[in-house]
């Protein structure tokens, strides 16, 4: 700035000069003014010019005050290219990483429109980039279950479809909210898993079914046998009454599995209806007091009287039964147990509260698993097949509904089935 204002200083010493020598002052003066001020205009000229012609354009040469915005400019601009290089870099990067992953990618606008994808999503979904591009989701993968999961969210938990284009295929769809309500679709190939998982499944059924026929032979000749009890040596009366037993309890597992199976596989022949969950839960009470004959337990039922629950009957009686049936085993002689029916605005509950042997806050999340059981030894005395709890959770499940479990050791047990208020007629 000092060397232009001596600039300026010199223009307006040269035009006195030539002022004083010519005798019109004022003319010189103006007349240096105005070629002051046309050496600038013609200096952002310059600018203009330069910054309107290509980025690798040279830099326009130039002294003083010019010679300062030139250079800063250009430094400018150089920073912003190398700024803009590495951005490109790593958004090609993370493009390249995107495109070789084997699950499909798609991102999709506010409107619900294609906008991206990968091409692993070409494969998996059939997406094809001119056409696609733009339309929406739901006109290409039509699947109702699918539509209802993508416009209803809340994308909680993924959903399993087979393949709009290759129906063997089983895939997981994942989808996240970003930006302004667009969404990233992720997309998995699961049919290796899923084949896996239902091999696993028909195992299962087809070695309970089959187990059936010969627990049925058995237990049949060991009831022929025990009717004869006082033709039997007594040493074989208390093998034959131990095999009936063992029997019996084997019985209990493959009806159990075979519930699950059936659970598992949604292959139940009953429709859910409005179930008359009073009515059972006397029943179940009932049973209750029979089961634990020589306990001695009270058994208190409290129940809204009218409030009934949408489902399939025999799932709910099985779970419910579950609860009880464990509540006796679980309680000591003389023990109390209190079974309830109620429901607010949001939920209906059915609990089962006992003051039993509790149990340890470590095993509470673990209670649902099959055959988990914190006493092996007791379960197994009070004939538990170690399923139990795996039914209530799997018939819960079907019925939108989750077991909230509260237990102190030496306290008690409190077992909830929560479900939504959606449920409820009355
Ligand atoms: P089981 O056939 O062994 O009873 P469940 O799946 O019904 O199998 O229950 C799993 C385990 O949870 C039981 O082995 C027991 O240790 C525990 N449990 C279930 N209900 C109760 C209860 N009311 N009080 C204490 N422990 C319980």
């Known amino acids: 700035m000092k060397q232009e204002a001596l600039r300026l200083l010199s223009f307006l010493t040269a035009s006195a000069l030539l002022g004083w020598l010519t005798g019109h002052p004022g003319w010189a003066f103006a007349g240096g003014f105005l070629a002051y001020i046309v050496l600038h205009l013609r200096q952002l000229e310059r600018l203009q010019a330069w910054l309107k012609g290509s980025h690798d354009a040279d830099l326009p040469e130039s002294t003083g005050v010019w010679g300062e915005i030139f250079d800063s400019i250009h430094a400018l601009r150089r920073d912003e290219q190398r700024a803009k ?7 090609e990067r993370a493009r390249a990483s995107v495109a070789a992953l084997k699950e499909a990618v798609v991102l999709i606008d506010d409107h619900g429109n294609l906008e991206w994808w990968n091409p692993a999503a070409e494969q998996l979904l059939g997406l094809q980039t001119v056409t696609d591009t733009g339309q929406p989701v739901t006109n290409l993968i039509r699947d109702p279950v699918f539509i209802r999961y993508f416009e209803q969210g809340p994308y909680e938990e993924s959903l399993l479809l087979p393949s ?6 089983q895939l997981q ?15 998995t190939d699961i049919t290796r898993l899923h084949n896996l998982e239902q091999m696993r499944k028909d195992f299962v059924a087809n070695v309970s079914h089959e187990l059936r026929t010969p627990l049925t032979v058995l237990t049949g000749y060991l009831e022929t046998l025990l009717g004869q009890a006082d033709a039997l040596e007594p040493r074989w009366l208390r093998a034959l009454q131990q095999m009936d037993a063992q029997a019996a309890r084997m019985n209990n597992l493959v ?7 059936r659970l598992e596989n949604d292959a139940r022949e009953q429709e859910p209806r409005p179930v008359n969950v009073p009515a059972l839960l006397a029943q179940l009470r009932s049973e209750a007091l029979a089961f634990g004959l020589e306990k001695w337990q009270t058994v208190t039922l409290d129940c809204e009287e009218g409030l009934r629950l949408v489902g399939r009957e025999d799932d709910l009686r099985s779970a419910f039964s579950n609860l009880v049936t464990n509540a006796v085993k679980y309680t000591q002689p003389t023990g109390s147990i209190r079974l309830r029916w109620w429901a607010d605005a949001e939920h209906v509950y059915f609990s089962v509260q006992d003051n039993g042997i509790g149990i340890d806050a ?4 673990r209670l649902t698993e099959r055959f988990y059981r914190t006493d092996v030894a007791r379960s197994s005395a009070t004939g538990g097949t170690g399923l139990g709890l795996a039914i209530v959770k799997h018939v819960l499940l079907d019925h939108r509904a989750r077991l909230d479990i509260q237990s102190a050791p030496g306290k008690g047990s409190t077992f909830t089935c929560v479900f939504p208020a959606a449920l409820a007629v009355r």
Do not use: E, K, W, Y
């Open 85 to 91: 290089g590495s951005l490109l870099g790593i958004i």
């Open 255 to 261: 009806n159990d599995l075979l519930l699950l199976s």
């Open 173 to 187: 769809f994942n989808l996240t909210r970003f930006g302004r309500n667009d969404r990233l679709m992720i997309v």
């Open 362 to 365: 470590q095993h509470i999340p």
């Open 164 to 169: 709009p284009i290759h129906p063997a295929q």
